[in-house]
């Protein structure tokens, strides 16, 4: 089964050597999960203060910066896992670097009718994927 990790935090709550560190230990994580045919996708985001929203309403468009919603903790990163059940899932993202200081959302994905999921790359192949950001 399909799931996303989406890792919440506060933007400064790492010290320049602990994130470095952090994407390290993530970076090793992504790896032995890629051996074990279970990782998808991974990478950290850039900081809230980078983000764009689109709405549409009523047939027009709407951009905005933000999303800055009331909140500390902010959507800093995801990973993509195919495991065997929710308990993997959350046996993963207990391990997860930014669990410690943050929060892992677990959300399984929706299959998709007649579709193929695997990652799209530029050559078409998911074996020339680089190598996991976090």
């Known amino acids: 089964m399909k799931y996303m990790l989406l890792i919440y935090g506060e933007e400064n709550a790492w010290t320049d050597q602990e994130r470095q560190e952090c994407m390290l230990e993530s970076m090793e994580i992504s790896d032995e999960l890629a051996a074990e ?4 996708a ?8 980078t983000a764009t929203c689109v709405r549409v309403r009523d047939q027009r468009r ?3 910066d933000g999303p800055f919603a009331e909140t500390t903790e902010q959507l800093g990163g995801y990973y993509l896992i195919d ?3 929710l308990d993997e899932a959350i046996a993963i993202a ?5 669990a410690k200081k943050g929060t892992v959302e677990i959300r399984p994905l929706f299959p998709l009718p007649d579709r193929d999921f695997e990652p799209a790359t530029a ?12």
């Open 94 to 98: 207990q391990r997860l670097p930014p």
């Open 123 to 134: 050559t078409g192949s998911s074996e020339d994927e680089a190598s996991p950001e976090t």
């Open 37 to 40: 045919g279970k990782w998808i």
């Open 83 to 85: 495991v065997a059940d």
């Open 42 to 49: 991974s990478s950290p985001l850039h900081p809230v203060a």
């Open 62 to 64: 709407e951009i905005t």
